[in-house]
């Protein structure tokens, strides 16, 4: 058995610190793709050290891999970093070696944020499932584009009971940005006892209310959210204090409740006054194993 391998046992029994010790070692006995790569994808995964990682994967580059794997690390490390450019050049060689769902979606974030969006859009409807989060990514860069039917069509087609489903408050803020306001008044009222209650959601769905003139149901939401608050700001006070939670800490923690009952109470006013509470929408990057000789991915080792 050789070095890699050996590396390889150890990671899958969760001896990362002895499985890390051992990918350096073969990377000093041999510093060759599989070599470089696989401690790139622990420095970078494991170790959560991307600059490490960052300069053994260019030197696998360097050696031209027939691989897909570098190249889709390299991208997800620049999709880190917020280098779009370069990241969104990475994926798309690693998808021309071999096609990827993971690489496709990093490829969609990476087009995003280049303001790319129809191919942000393309991409990420080649990673989606029926009904999750990817399809969520492609849905708002439709609406994005004013593709606006299009976007409405594989909103309506989101099904709850899917395994990958992204959840109500989620299809419902869709609708909110489609301006469909009774669709998405619906969806929040399935998430309503599902969800913890915070103010930007509950302001998206007061604000679909608003357009819909329902102000029995505002003021009905408004009040559980604050008796909600009211509840946590009592026992935040009411809990004791450790070392691992100080004065300070629930002091801050009782603020920050406070703010929130804040929110709700003058969420009315602002949105009455014209504020339009805005979608948080930030697509996040994806990963995989890239461990050349992983036998639980059933990943050959490197070959020419």
């Given at each position: 058995m050789n070095t890699n391998q050996k590396a390889l046992e150890l990671f899958e029994q969760n001896e990362y610190e002895k499985a890390l010790e051992l990918f350096r070692h073969a990377a000093k006995e041999s510093r060759n793709i599989q070599s470089l790569n696989n401690l790139a994808w622990m420095y970078s995964y494991e170790v959560e050290d991307d600059n490490k990682a960052l300069v053994l994967?260019?030197?696998?580059?360097?050696?031209?891999?027939?691989?897909?794997f570098p190249y889709s690390l390299l991208g997800e490390i620049y999709l880190r970093q917020k280098k779009w450019k370069l990241s969104s050049d990475a994926l798309s060689k690693s998808i021309s070696i071999q096609p990827s769902k993971e690489a496709y979606q990093n490829l969609a974030v990476a087009k995003y944020y280049l303001e790319e969006l129809e191919e942000a859009s393309v991409?990420?409807?080649?990673?989606?499932?029926?009904?999750?989060?990817?399809?969520?990514?492609?849905?708002?860069?439709?609406?994005?584009?004013?593709?606006?039917?299009?976007?409405?069509?594989?909103l309506d087609a989101f099904y709850e009971e899917a395994d990958d489903f992204i959840g109500e408050v989620a299809v419902a803020d869709l609708y909110v940005e489609l301006g469909c306001f009774n669709e998405a008044i619906q969806w929040f009222e399935k998430g309503w006892k599902e969800y913890w209650k915070t103010p930007d959601w509950i302001s998206r769905f007061v604000y679909a209310l608003f357009q819909t003139e329902d102000i029995t149901r505002i003021n009905e939401v408004i009040e559980e959210s604050i008796l909600q608050k009211d509840e946590e700001i009592k026992s935040a006070h009411e809990e004791e204090c450790d070392e691992n939670w100080t004065e300070s800490d629930k002091e801050e923690h009782i603020n920050q409740l406070l703010e929130e009952k804040n929110e709700y109470e003058y969420m009315v006013d602002r949105i009455s006054s014209g504020h339009i509470p805005l979608i948080e929408f930030e697509p996040e990057i994806t990963g995989a194993c890239y461990l050349f000789g992983c036998k639980r991915h059933n990943h050959p080792d490197y070959q020419e």
């Amino acid at each position: 058995m050789n070095t890699n391998q050996k590396a390889l046992e150890l990671f899958e029994q969760n001896e990362y610190e002895k499985a890390l010790e051992l990918f350096r070692h073969a990377a000093k006995e041999s510093r060759n793709i599989q070599s470089l790569n696989n401690l790139a994808w622990m420095y970078s995964y494991e170790v959560e050290d991307d600059n490490k990682a960052l300069v053994l994967v260019k030197e696998v580059i360097q050696m031209q891999p027939l691989s897909y794997f570098p190249y889709s690390l390299l991208g997800e490390i620049y999709l880190r970093q917020k280098k779009w450019k370069l990241s969104s050049d990475a994926l798309s060689k690693s998808i021309s070696i071999q096609p990827s769902k993971e690489a496709y979606q990093n490829l969609a974030v990476a087009k995003y944020y280049l303001e790319e969006l129809e191919e942000a859009s393309v991409n990420f409807l080649r990673a989606a499932g029926n009904s999750d989060v990817v399809m969520f990514y492609h849905v708002k860069c439709l609406i994005e584009l004013e593709k606006k039917s299009e976007a409405k069509e594989k909103l309506d087609a989101f099904y709850e009971e899917a395994d990958d489903f992204i959840g109500e408050v989620a299809v419902a803020d869709l609708y909110v940005e489609l301006g469909c306001f009774n669709e998405a008044i619906q969806w929040f009222e399935k998430g309503w006892k599902e969800y913890w209650k915070t103010p930007d959601w509950i302001s998206r769905f007061v604000y679909a209310l608003f357009q819909t003139e329902d102000i029995t149901r505002i003021n009905e939401v408004i009040e559980e959210s604050i008796l909600q608050k009211d509840e946590e700001i009592k026992s935040a006070h009411e809990e004791e204090c450790d070392e691992n939670w100080t004065e300070s800490d629930k002091e801050e923690h009782i603020n920050q409740l406070l703010e929130e009952k804040n929110e709700y109470e003058y969420m009315v006013d602002r949105i009455s006054s014209g504020h339009i509470p805005l979608i948080e929408f930030e697509p996040e990057i994806t990963g995989a194993c890239y461990l050349f000789g992983c036998k639980r991915h059933n990943h050959p080792d490197y070959q020419e």
